[in-house]
């Protein structure tokens, strides 16, 4: 099937930047579809960007101006450039891929996710 790991968390400062990447790997037939998501403690996960394999990007309101979602089709690669971040963007942030794996009877169908990376803004 299809395995994503993703990297690129850690701590940092209010107004700080953080670069998010999340790779796919497994026998990928195609990927359509990349999002991030995040989960805050006590809070339910929350999309936060998508992107569509022809690069068309959108944002929760919450984030327009300060992220950026890009990907690298040839990587099977999604990041997240998160830039001015905020207290409240600290959350366990996941990436979720969907597309088609090369299946013994033909492509199949995949809605893969991350294990998460902690992002924590304090100063």
């Known amino acids: 099937q299809v395995q994503l790991v993703e990297s690129g968390g850690g701590l940092v400062q209010p107004g700080g930047s953080l670069r998010l990447s999340c790779a796919a790997s497994?026998?990928?037939?195609?990927?359509?579809?990349m999002r991030w998501y995040r989960q805050a403690p006590g809070k339910q996960r929350e999309l936060v960007a998508s992107i569509t394999r022809r690069g068309a990007p959108n944002y929760a309101d919450s984030v327009k101006g300060r992220f950026t979602i890009s990907r690298d089709n040839a990587k099977n690669t999604v990041y997240l450039q998160m830039n001015s971040l905020k207290p409240e963007d600290a959350a366990v942030y996941y990436c979720n891929v969907e597309g088609d794996y090369a299946d013994y009877d033909g492509p199949a169908a995949f809605d893969s996710w991350g294990q998460g990376t902690q992002v924590t803004v304090s100063s």
């Open positions: 497994g026998s990928i037939f195609s990927i359509s579809a």
